[in-house]
Nanobody, 125 residues
Framework: QVQLVESGGGLVQPGGSLRLSCAASGFTLDYYAIGWFRQAPGKEREGVSCIGSSDGSRYYADSVKGRFAISRDNAKNTVYLQMNSLKPEDTAVYYC??????????????????WGQGTQVTVSS
């Protein structure tokens, strides 16, 4: 069955870096765009970044532009989120999700049909 498994979260000091991984199985990653979302305590889930299936186009939330970079390795069935210059406000559970193939890149949750279980990122000194 379709599975998405996030890893790479942890505790990091402000200004530090983490790389999250989203390992996909049960489907051909090449055909799907993948998005990263996050949810902080007491806040709604928000889109962070997404990457297209065919041309590798990328889309970022304004809050992470210039600090985060999304990439994919279809041969390894994995999508990555490199997070640099981390801030305390980046603290959240980060999720990856598979976007249905009919839509352009975006962060509308209803366009995503499968989600991972999430990985905790904590930015604190």
């Amino acid at each position: 069955q379709v599975q998405l498994v996030e890893s790479g979260g942890g505790l990091v000091q402000p200004g530090g870096s983490l790389r999250l991984s989203c390992a996909a199985s049960g489907f051909t990653l090449d055909y799907y765009a993948i998005g990263w979302f996050r949810q902080a305590p007491g806040k709604e889930r928000e889109g962070v970044s997404c990457i297209g299936s065919s041309d590798g186009s990328r889309y970022y939330a304004d809050s992470v532009k210039g600090r985060f970079a999304i990439s994919r390795d279809n041969a390894k069935n994995t999508v990555y989120l490199q997070m640099n210059s981390l801030k305390p406000e980046d603290t959240a559970v980060y999720y990856c999700a598979r976007q249905l193939p009919y839509y352009g890149l975006g962060f509308s949750s209803w366009q995503y049909d499968h989600w991972g279980q999430g990985t905790q990122v904590t930015v604190s000194s």
